[in-house]
């Protein structure tokens, strides 16, 4: 570590200095708030520190499989605790490493200061001290996960973009497949039929109503169970038939209570992404 790394972390200007000071008027009175509590401005600093963490993360991360307990000698060597502003530094460090690890039934654990014990993986933080060895390693377990879930979103928001549903393949306007109880059917739909006038009855208008073959039942012209069903209000399944294994080798499909996944052609392109090498945004040393 280079000796004045604490320069380069802490020992900037501090911003909102072009701020009013605490207790004066505003500089612009367009910018007076509608409405203030009497201590607001005696207790409100407008100032903030100016931080560059950067190095720290960089350096941290060079030392990836070395004993923890050199890294933070090297760390306490060049970072004087005794000063205010280079404590600074250690108060961050947490921020970055794991440091109470713990292993319990083959897992680690992570004490956070705020959210109690929690499993490795869904730590924010790249690197941990591993209790095994006492060595500063990589989180890669996390890094996956965030990964994971990362391509797990896009491929949620194409799905909500391109209209799909699970259970749910849309082949044209009236022609959609549904798969119920595990199974997969064809569905026709047809529109409901209009109200009439009574015979009997002059004056009464008879509402029109269908048998609906996947309700099995009396259906009207809109239901909200309907609208759920179909993505749409005045139609009803006219018929209902269960597709054969050529049918569903072509819409790549399959029969069973298993999930239901988008389109297999977006996850063959998420398959391909994630076989590609990645590495995390700030990694840039070999591992000892």
Known sequence: MRSDMYKVIVERPRTGAGWAKPGRELRDPDERPSHEGMRHRLNTSRKWLNENLRPLQRW????????WDAVYAELCKNVDRRNTVQQHIHEHLRDFVEIDVYESEGQLYAIRRWRGAVALAESYCDLYVDPRNGCLMRNEAAFVRRVRKRDEHRLAVHARQAGWREGVRIVDRDVQLHRLDGIWYRIELAPVPE?????????????GLAFDAVLHAQIGECESKRWNLYGRC???????????????????????????????????????????????????GAPN
């Open 60 to 67: 941290l991360d060079r030392q990836a499989g070395r004993p």
């Open 195 to 207: 109200p009439r006038r009574s015979k009997r009855k002059s004056g009464v208008v008879l509402p």
């Open 234 to 284: 005045g139609v009803y399944a006219r018929r209902k038939r269960q597709l054969s294994q050529a049918e569903l080798t072509a819409h790549r499909l399959r029969n069973g209570d298993g999930p239901d996944p988008f389109d297999p052609r977006a996850l063959a392109a998420a398959a391909r992404a994630s076989s590609r090498k990645r590495r995390s945004p700030w990694r840039t």
